[in-house]
Every structure is written in C-alpha cells, then in structure tokens.
C-alpha cells in the first residue's frame, strides 16, 4: 500500500497514561477531519457512518461543514451508537434498507481495531461489526480512520484480543469448539460489562466470540495457509465464515472498494493520526 509520512507509535510511548489517552483522542480527531476533507464530496448525497470512538469525530468533522452542505446528504448508520450520532449532530438518519437495489452509498466512513500492509483490518472490538460490513460493502468508496495504535503489519500483531466473530447464542459452544479446532488459542465468548450478567449482545440480538490467532499472514507473503495455525487472512475468514452458527466476522478483506465494486470489504484509503500531530494516508493499489 502506498502511505505518507513515516512516525511510528514509539514517539507515544514515554508519556503518563492520561497524556497518552488525550494524544490518542488528538490523533483520531486529526484522522477524521483529514479523511472528511479529502473524500466527503459536497456533492455526494448518500454517507455510511461506522461505529466506535473515532467515528464522533468523523461526525463532528461533517456537522463542521454545515447546513448549507449537509442538507442535501443522507447518513446510513451501522448500528445504534451511530444512529444516536447522526440524530444528535442534526442530521438526517436513513437507513441501509432504504437503499434502492443496485444503487449505492457515496462514501462510508469507519473506524477499525488493526489495520494491516494491505488495508485488511479487525473490526468489532465495540461488538459492531455485522452492519458495518454491510454499509462499507453499500458503498463506492470506504474510508478507514484510525490512530497509530491501530497500524500494524500484519493483523493479530497488536490486537491480541483476537478476531471478533458474531454467533448465534445457541451455536456458541460448537463454534467455539470449531475454532479450537482451526488453532485458535483461548477463543472465549465475550462477557458483558462488568455487573452485567451473561454475554454482551449485539444491535443483532447475537454473542461475540474473541478468537486468537497467530498473526495473520498476506497472501502476498507466500506461505502455505493453515500449517501450525499460521493462516492467511483471506483463507482464514473463508474458513471463519463457512463455521455454521456464525453470523458474520470482524475480518474485512478480499477487494478494495474501487469506486464500481459493490461487496468489497477494504477499504480504498486509511487514515491514521500518528503521535506526532501528522496524519499518515495508506491507499489500495490504484487510489491516487
Ligand atoms: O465494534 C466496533 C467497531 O468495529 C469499531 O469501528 C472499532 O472497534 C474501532 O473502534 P474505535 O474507533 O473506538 O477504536
């Protein structure tokens, strides 16, 4: 992928935890007012909104712009968290099943848990990850937003919480005896916060399961998927999404959104906030 700019997260790591919250909150602001301003069109009229904490600031970035630009734009969230967003910024909600068949979304926006070398990311560490793949596949182009923690070379590299899979509660057990299985090490169901009793429950009525795996290798990368619990990401979400029971995966991988692609899952650009105040771009092959 190509990428501007070369700070990496060692410049945050001599910092007091609280200067190293407030330097990860500056840095995914400055993300998502860069990514607003290169690919919010004025003219676009049709916007996905992702969940998380970076997506507020992507939020902000857009009520920034106004009335006079946002009136004529419809926002198409990816969950619950987003549709109280949209409400509260004043502007106006649509929704992904209101989109006519074979049209689609201008641009989508989105935040993500790990990005790797070639815009495969995690996503679901908020437990959205099922709508949000469906609106980042509505749309032409989907746009990435993120801090310096959230870049990586390969996934699995730094989220160590492993890959978030959406399951049906009943099937839980033999998807988790499933992904033993397949290598991956402690899956557990993820629990709900703390004096919640069971499992969190997502905007879909299902469970989280957290997978560890062994950092996932490109395809790039030559290796024989599968041997000792090293895979591919796209051999191990093709295996991850075939497990009966699961819903859907925290993998986006396989095509970049190009502009006329409708399904893919990559996004066509990533924006990072680094510790040092630049923001770093990578883009899929092809992207100016
Ligand atoms: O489940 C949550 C979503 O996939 C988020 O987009 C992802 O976890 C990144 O969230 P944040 O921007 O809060 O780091």
């Known amino acids: 992928m190509a990428t501007s ?8 790591a001599a910092i007091s935890p609280d200067e190293q919250a407030r330097l990860v909150e ?7 007012f860069q990514a607003v ?35 004529k734009m419809a926002f198409y969230p990816t969950g619950a968290q987003s549709e109280e967003l949209i409400e509260t910024a004043g502007l106006t909600l649509q929704s992904i099943n209101k989109l ?30 099922w ?8 749309a032409r182009l989907f746009v990435c937003v993120a801090d310096f923690r959230k870049l990586s070379p390969r996934l699995g590299t730094n989220w160590k919480k ?46 989280i399961i957290d997978a560890p795996f062994k950092p996932l290798q490109l395809n790039s990368d030559g290796i024989v998927s599968g041997v000792n ?22 993998l986006f991988y396989g095509d970049h959104g190009l502009q006329i692609a409708s399904g893919a899952q990559k996004p066509v650009a990533a924006y990072f906030g680094m510790a040092d105040g630049t ?9 100016e």
């Open 162 to 207: 492993g890959i978030p899979i959406e399951v049906l509660p009943m099937a839980a057990p033999r998807v988790l005896h499933e992904l033993k299985l397949l290598g991956s090490m402690n899956p557990l169901v993820r629990p709900g916060l703390p004096g919640k009793a069971g499992a969190v429950v997502t905007d879909n009525g299902m469970w």
């Open 26 to 32: 500056t840095s995914k602001r400055l993300a998502a």
């Open 229 to 250: 619990g090293v895979y591919t990401v796209d051999d191990l979400a093709e295996r991850l999404i075939k497990i009966p029971g699961v819903a859907e995966i925290g």
């Open 279 to 287: 923001v770093q771009v990578a883009k899929a092959p092809g992207v």
């Open 100 to 129: 006519p068949p074979g049209q689609m979304l201008d641009v989508a926006f989105d935040g993500a848990d790990e990005v790797d070398d070639e815009l495969n990311l995690i996503k679901g560490g908020g437990a959205c990850l």
């Open 131 to 138: 709508q949000e793949k469906i609106v980042a596949a509505s």
């Open 5 to 12: 700019s070369t700070t990496t997260p060692a410049a945050a």
């Open 37 to 71: 301003k290169d690919y919010l069109l004025p003219t676009y009229t049709r916007i996905g909104i992702g969940s998380g904490s970076t997506v507020v600031y992507v939020v902000e970035a857009i009520r920034e712009l106004g009335p006079a630009v946002t009136s």
